[in-house]
């Protein structure tokens, strides 16, 4: 599977962004996709998922209520509608793609920043 992400930028505290990941290749045994972060200096952290078929999503605590990952109109696309951004979330976006038969995420995007300044 091939992963295209875009949609990072500059913003200002409480601003909001998309982050759009769009997905080729074997994408029809997909089981979920996901979205990643890395700040600088800090590991790679989740940030959100959601199964393929669109119907059960999942986040990380510290941005529940101002994230939403959901499946956009274009075929093969996620989208992560990013809220009441604080500098905290300043990091490089991966999105990423689980297959049926694996337990990890086995394919990745080639990151997107996203810059939140105060």
């Known amino acids: 599977v091939q992963l295209q992400a875009s949609g990072g930028g500059l913003v200002q505290a409480g601003g909001s962004l998309r982050l759009s990941c769009a997905a080729s290749g074997r994408i029809f045994s997909s089981y979920q996709m996901g979205w990643f972060r890395q700040a600088p200096g800090k590991e790679r952290e989740f940030v959100a998922s959601?199964?393929?078929?669109?119907?059960?999503?999942s986040y990380a605590d510290s941005v529940k209520g101002r994230f939403t990952i959901s499946r956009g109109n274009a075929p093969s696309t996620v989208i992560l509608q990013m809220n009441s951004l604080k500098p905290e979330d300043t990091a490089v976006y991966y999105c990423?793609?689980?297959?049926?038969?694996?337990?990890?995420?086995?394919?990745w995007g080639q990151g997107t920043l996203v810059t939140v300044s105060s």
């Open positions: 990423a793609n689980q297959q049926y038969a694996s337990t990890t995420y086995g394919s």
């Open positions: 959601i199964k393929w078929t669109g119907e059960i999503t």
